[in-house]
């Protein structure tokens, strides 16, 4: 429950409840549901004796940390502060019955069940508040950032004594039904699809004291959870054992091969702008025109078992492969149409999508096929009339495939164009799987909702943070496309591969990296040398990504944190400059054991304070190429959350010092100010963006434990013709600098701009415009505080 109920604390009581989820084919579908069924295996939740499953979430306000075991029960108190924050389970669940048992001593106010929440916090919750004129519950529901009331109702529980509350949540949108000792309460259904259909489920106490009864706790006992098989794919991705495999996995290769391999990037003998695979598009080429790219289609060098080997080297677990793009040309022989590889260029007598699914299926590498649903051939998809026609051949070329080639991945796409819409991707959804009911289907198979398919599919970027409660997979390119060009030679380097890789498994997602192979059947020897290089750390490292999700923590500016059980495993990307200069991490739990991932060596960790500890790395660390992996070892596996820099900020909190003393407050810890336009941008590393007002300003919060003295430096990017004068102000000091254009909104440059001394308290950092400038202030990636 959060704060923002609007003026009253809603109270609530007691209990909680639960859950979760569901799929597409919810209570009032037109659909049937593919799979309604039998309930899934009771998941106790709570014993009497210890809070596996559970852990303590740090989300509004606070730290789960009042929840405790007593006398067989879980009993939370309440406790001044309203902020008992959430007890969440460890894991997500889709359609589900939560039971349990409460019993509510005194009025303890503000708590109650959140059910499919995530990891912001954000749930159906579920309330019974306790009043002396008798109870009233409520379903509290995030809408745009706030909470909305959105039903009422009376339901009275004998206080002092046992209760049973049983949830029901099926659906999407997501339908809740309650029954407070037997008798039905809750009937309610919402109607604007505001959440996810899985979600943890969490208690919480928030409030209690004061004029609302200081003597009051609640407690329960038999708390379980049901799951229910409602959901279009049957179960709960996040969990179940059908995706296991996939989030192992971590790391794919992409495949984009078709005819535009022949055209390479040229048409009428001009370089064609933008992707490869878009030349059609681009270029503007009429169908029959394009057909004339099918007899220069000859890949003759084409050797399957060698690009599954290339995965394999590069230590990726599985391969997604265009069987058709937005060309509508099928790479494997099709009965729905000619304008395939058997019937339209000269490579006939062979399949390549067979070649490769056996080659991938022998390399132990699982397989998977890319889907166009947009179609730039087909006259019926093109004019958008496609419903009765091509539709049904579209459905007919899926059921070839998956008869054919049994996709352990259907990577949907192109489902932009205006004629698909929700109800047809979840009758899709739904096709594909009762073909084959174990596939993995990405969420373009709908409209890219968060109900659509199994995971979400960012493309080219890497999300800012870890999305939580969801399974997402970032595909990119080597290069700037994705289809063969010839004159692309962007490359990425094998280091910056590995830190993506790093970077997106600290974030808990998979990396699906591209290759577009040639006509003649090979992939660009380039792809090849990038991909083995980078695969030579991944798999001497694969240990720390692997089966591996990310840790509640802080990412540390120097890598990316990944975890597995009781181990956590501290990639390091960025080795300290300053030879056996300590690296910084944050963690609230004691760590038993630290050392190199490869070759075992000891590394030194010491206390920092509250919160934190410094790693030494040892000499071997910098024999280690491309990034150094740290082993350490957090006995009991649960990880007490630690709030990310942005929510510190936002509580007012200073941030951490480095080891060093001094202060590097990035974009992504700040607080924006002063209204206006002011943004948090930016790929891998953020920037503050949209400086176009001088009423916006930027704030962190820093507190040195002893007078100090630091030089105060900006590192900023600024595009001709804009810019302006800003100070910094941290306490009762202040600098002044100006923002000189640096060539481009990307070119950062450090201004280091003077120092200031400082008492040991608590200030406020923030850079402020003195005075007019046009356009933008400057783009604004971090202030450093370096400690003289
Ligand atoms: O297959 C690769 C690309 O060919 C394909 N997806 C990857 C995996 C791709 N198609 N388009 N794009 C990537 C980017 C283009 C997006 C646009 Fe649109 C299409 C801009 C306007 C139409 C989709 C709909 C994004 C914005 C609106």
């Known amino acids: 429950m959060t704060d923002i109920g609007g003026g009253k604390t809603w109270a609530t009581l007691a209990t909680a409840v639960a859950l979760l989820a569901a799929g597409p084919v919810g209570a009032q579908g037109q659909q049937k549901p593919a799979s309604v069924g039998k309930p899934l295996p009771t998941v106790r939740l709570f014993d009497g004796k210890t809070l596996s499953g559970w852990e303590r979430k740090a989300v509004h306000g606070g730290n789960g940390g009042i929840w405790a075991v007593q006398n067989g029960l879980l009993v939370g108190d309440q406790e001044p502060e309203h902020k ?140 379980r959870v049901t799951p229910l098989a409602t959901n279009v794919a049957g179960d709960d991705p996040l969990t179940s054992k059908r995706t296991q495999w996939w989030r192992d996995a971590k790391y794919g290769m992409f495949v984009h091969w078709g005819v535009y391999a022949a055209a390479a990037g040229y048409w009428d003998g001009k370089p064609v702008s933008g992707a490869g695979e878009w030349i059609m598009n681009t270029a503007k ?16 060098a084409y050797d399957a078992r060698a690009w599954a080997r290339l995965a394999k080297d590069a230590g990726m677990k599985y391969l997604v492969i265009t069987s058709k793009h937005h060309d509508g040309f099928a790479l494997y022989p099709t009965k729905v149409n000619r304008w395939n590889v058997a019937d339209a260029t000269p490579f006939t007598g062979r399949d390549p999508l067979k070649e490769l699914a056996d080659a991938c299926r022998a390399e132990g590498i699982r397989f998977g096929l890319y889907y166009s649903i947009m179609d730039w051939h087909d006259p019926d998809a093109v004019r958008g ?14 059921r070839e495939v998956i008869t054919r080639y049994q996709p352990s991945v259907l990577w949907f796409d192109g489902e932009w164009v205006d004629w698909w819409d929700e109800a047809k991707g979840r009758d899709l959804e739904a096709y594909v799987r009762s073909l084959k009911p174990d596939v993995i289907v990405n969420n373009r198979v709908g409209k890219r909702k968060l ?57 808990g997602g998979n990396f699906l990296l591209n290759v577009g192979p040639d006509a003649t059947g090979v992939i660009p020897a380039e792809s090849a040398h990038i991909l083995r290089e980078a695969g030579a750390w991944v798999r001497a490292n694969g240990e720390a990504i692997y089966g591996t999700t990310y840790a509640p923590l802080p990412a540390p500016a120097w890598g990316r944190l990944t975890r597995k059980g009781d181990t ?99 974009a992504d810890g700040a607080a924006l100010r002063g209204g206006g336009p002011l943004r948090l941008e930016g790929d891998a590393v953020s920037n503050i963006g949209y400086w176009t007002d001088a ?82 202030l400057m783009n604004l990636r971090a202030v450093r505080l370096v400690r003289q």
């Open 84 to 223: 008992g924050g959430l007890l969440g389970t460890t894991r997500s669940f889709g359609d589900a019955v939560i039971e349990l048992e409460f019993k509510a001593v005194g009025f303890p106010l503000d708590s109650g069940l959140f059910l499919r929440t995530q990891p912001n916090g954000n749930g159906y919750q579920l309330t019974i508040d306790i009043k002396p004129d008798g109870s009233v519950g409520s379903i509290y529901v995030p809408s745009d950032g706030f909470v909305a009331q959105d039903k009422t109702w009376k339901a009275k529980y004998r206080e002092s004594d046992w209760n049973t509350l049983k949830a029901e949540i099926t659906g999407q949108p997501a339908r809740v039904r309650v029954w407070l000792n037997g008798q039905q309460t809750v009937d309610f259904t919402d109607t604007k699809e505001r959440l996810p259909r899985t979600g943890y489920v969490g208690l919480q106490v928030h409030g209690g004291g004061g004029s609302w009864g200081a003597d009051s706790r609640i407690q329960y006992r038999n708390v």
């Open 695 to 776: 009423k916006g300003y930027v704030e962190w919060f820093v507190a040195p434990e002893r007078p100090a003295t630091y030089a105060v430096e900006v590192e900023y990017a600024c595009e001709p013709g804009n810019g302006g004068p800003f100070a910094v102000q941290v306490g009762p000091a202040t600098v002044g600098g100006k923002a000189e254009p640096t060539g481009g909104w990307q070119s950062y440059r450090t201004l280091r701009l003077g120092t200031v001394s400082v008492p040991a308290r608590r200030h406020a950092v923030t850079v402020k415009a003195t005075g007019p400038f046009s356009g933008g």
């Open 285 to 300: 080429i009429a169908p029959t025109a394009y057909e004339s790219l099918a007899p220069k289609f000859h890949p003759t």
């Open 385 to 398: 009339k496609a419903d009765a026609s091509y539709v049904p051949r579209m459905k007919e070329q899926l």
């Open 451 to 507: 109900t659509d398919g199994d995971y979400e599919t960012p493309e080219q970027e890497i999300p800012r943070a870890a999305l939580g409660e969801r399974l997402w997979e970032t595909c990119m390119t080597l290069n700037d496309t994705w289809g063969y060009k010839r004159d692309d030679n962007n490359w990425k380097s094998s280091e910056g591969v590995v830190r993506r890789l790093a970077d997106i498994a600290g974030k």
């Open 568 to 666: 956590l495993y501290a990639i390091v990307l960025d080795r300290p400059k300053t030879p056996g200069a300590p690296l910084r991490l944050e963690i609230a739990d004691p760590v038993s054991k630290a050392s190199l991932l490869r070759g075992g060596a000891t590394v030194r960790v010491a206390a920092a304070g509250p919160g934190a500890v410094d790693l030494y790395l040892p000499e071997a660390a910098s024999a280690e190429p491309l990034a150094t992996v740290v082993k350490l070892t957090v006995p009991g596996g649960a990880l007490t959350p630690v709030r990310s820099r942005a929510e510190r900020t936002a509580a007012g909190e200073p941030l951490p010092a480095q080891a060093n003393g001094s202060y590097a407050l990035s």
